[in-house]
């Protein structure tokens, strides 16, 4: 398990999200609060939306399309909705956001 | 209603002429109109020969009210959307890219 540096905290905004790109899709790293940080897929596991681009509120992350809730930490939808979105290791160090290469070494599903 | 036909205000030489032209009158419709007044209303209180003599004759007052136009203009020409763009577009990027391969 090695860590890439992405980026500094302060490029994201806070309650906000910003997107790596991958071979295998988006993900989102979202800042809740002034020096936490989550990853997690961007895509929406009910209709694909954009997390990046949903409310982020607490620990959690709203889908700006249909309104599912997910909790960053496990990835779980809450609320009446089922689902899941993977989430990734992540952590920060000296103000640097510090993500784990599982999320980025995978190669795309030929 | 009034229905009126267009009335020949002056000809000058060139395009960038003819906007000063507009300006000027433009800004002393501005300054002498009264409140709610059409173009056409203001005109026919003040006359097409003052206004004549204010923009097309006398070339001084003309720039000057030229420039009392482009200072009162130059207020709204900030748009806070395009500094928004010019200086913050790039925070909306991603933030990491390892779609990249590294070329060969």
Known sequence: MSWIDIGHIDEVPQRGARLVKTHIGCIAVFRTAEAEVFAATNSCPHKGGPLSEGIVHGQSVTCPLHNWVFDLNSGEAQGADSGRIDTYPVRLENGRILLDDSAVTQRSAA | ?104
Not at chain 2, 42 to 57: E, H, I, N, S
Not at chain 2, 71 to 82: E, F, G, I, T, V
Request: proline share 3%; charged share 30%; aromatic share 10%.
């Open chain 2, 1 to 104: 209603m009034d229905v009126k036909e267009t009335e020949l205000l002056c000809q000058v030489p060139t395009e960038d002429e003819a906007i000063e032209v507009v300006m000027a009158v433009t800004q002393a419709y501005r300054e002498g109109g009264k409140y709610l007044d059409r173009l056409y209303k203001w005109l026919g209180k003040v006359g097409m020969d003052w206004v004549k003599a204010q923009v097309v004759d006398d070339l001084e007052n003309r720039a000057a009210l030229v420039s009392r136009f482009e200072l009162s203009q130059s207020l709204y020409r900030k748009d806070p959307w395009a500094e928004h763009v010019r200086d913050k577009a790039q925070s909306y990027a991603p933030i990491a890219d390892f779609t990249l391969e590294a070329a060969e």
